[in-house]
């Protein structure tokens, strides 16, 4: 069984219980319920529960009427203005189809400068196929990390970017020996700005600890670097747009070890087709494109947190990987 169809409904059904939990006491008076005197908890409660649902994801600048929205025609023989002209790998620049945005959802200055920083309206790519053209173009002609990181900055063929609030790229040494890679940021990712710094990076570096490494001998990302709405599973074109960029990143940093966190990462990179249960501390090979490196797969740590039985198994992983390192 794959463990992240396990997580995804274990989400739902917590995050179902967990709303009508509020529902049902919002809903009660003050004097039946003695938690209605403490209203901070209760809000508090509730607006994390719209974080977990992914109201927190900024989609317009502002409120809009769809109801009201017409898409005019495009003017006869010309290109209308909303079609969209992105420019691809290399500064070509590349026709997309229509995109049918209205005028007023449009950003009509620039995003504000800053590393990352992503809070334009969501602009949808022409189809996937193209975005994943336009990402495998971009990626090859990045000849290090820092410009493989700006025209990841700039890319606009995820539209994960226009949800995110930054792009979460990398953290840790890129001269190190061992890449760990992940699915894609979560909350705390997303605000700060770097990979694993929530409850499962803590729980990251203490795995790390026990063998003897931190975070000036690893370098992490993971293979969707912008933060899903509400957490949620990058879809499987998101993952294919941004593929060409991690492929590209491993390829750059050259590490000599490849380790994966949970399944889906393990599966986009390794093309592994069995679950992580199955495939975690089997030595597999990489091709990162300059040459052959090991890699192994092991459980994510968020999933280590919610089934700590199988930390152990995580342990041998992990002992496995310092064994190779020594030898
Ligand atoms: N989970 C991931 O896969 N990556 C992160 O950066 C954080 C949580």
Request: proline fraction near 9%.
């Amino acid at each position: 069984m794959i463990f992240h169809e396990i997580n995804a409904k274990t989400i739902d059904n917590d995050n179902r219980q967990r709303q009508s939990r509020i529902v049902r006491r919002l809903s009660q008076s003050p004097s039946m319920n003695p938690d209605r005197q403490n209203p901070n908890r209760e809000a508090r409660e509730l607006l994390a529960f719209y974080v977990d649902a992914g109201a927190d994801a900024l989609i317009g600048e502002e409120p809009v009427d769809r109801m009201a929205d017409e898409i005019s025609p495009p003017p006869a023989g010309g290109r209308s203005d909303s079609e969209a002209v992105r420019v691809g790998a290399g500064g070509k620049a590349m026709q997309l189809q229509r995109d049918p945005t209205p005028d007023r959802l449009r950003r009509s200055d620039p995003p504000p400068p800053g590393e990352g920083r992503s809070r334009a309206p969501a602009a949808a790519p022409a189809s996937p196929e193209i975005a994943v053209m336009a990402a495998r173009e971009a990626a090859k002609s990045a000849k290090t990390l820092d410009e493989l990181r700006a025209l990841l900055t700039d890319f606009e063929g995820c539209a994960l970017r226009a949800t995110a609030t930054q792009l979460v790229f990398a953290d840790g040494n890129p001269d190190a020996k061992v890449m760990l890679v992940g699915e894609a940021p979560g909350y705390d990712e997303d605000v700060i700005g770097r990979p694993f710094v929530g409850r499962s990076g803590k729980l990251l570096d203490l795995m790390m600890g026990a063998i003897g490494l931190d975070r000036t001998k690893v370098y992490i990302a993971n293979v969707v670097p912008w933060r899903p709405p509400g957490n949620r599973t990058p879809t499987p074109q998101e993952t294919a747009i941004c593929l060409p960029f991690i492929r590209r990143q491993i390829e750059l940093a050259d590490p000599d070890f490849l380790v994966c966190l949970g399944g889906p990462a393990m599966q986009t990179l390794l093309g592994v087709k069995d679950g992580i249960t199955r495939s975690r501390g089997r030595w597999m090979m990489f091709d990162t494109g300059r040459r052959e490196i090991r890699a192994l797969a092991t459980f994510h740590p968020a999933f280590l947190l919610r089934s700590p039985l199988q930390k152990r198994f995580a342990w041998r992983d992990f002992l496995a990987l310092k064994k190779a390192l020594a030898g």
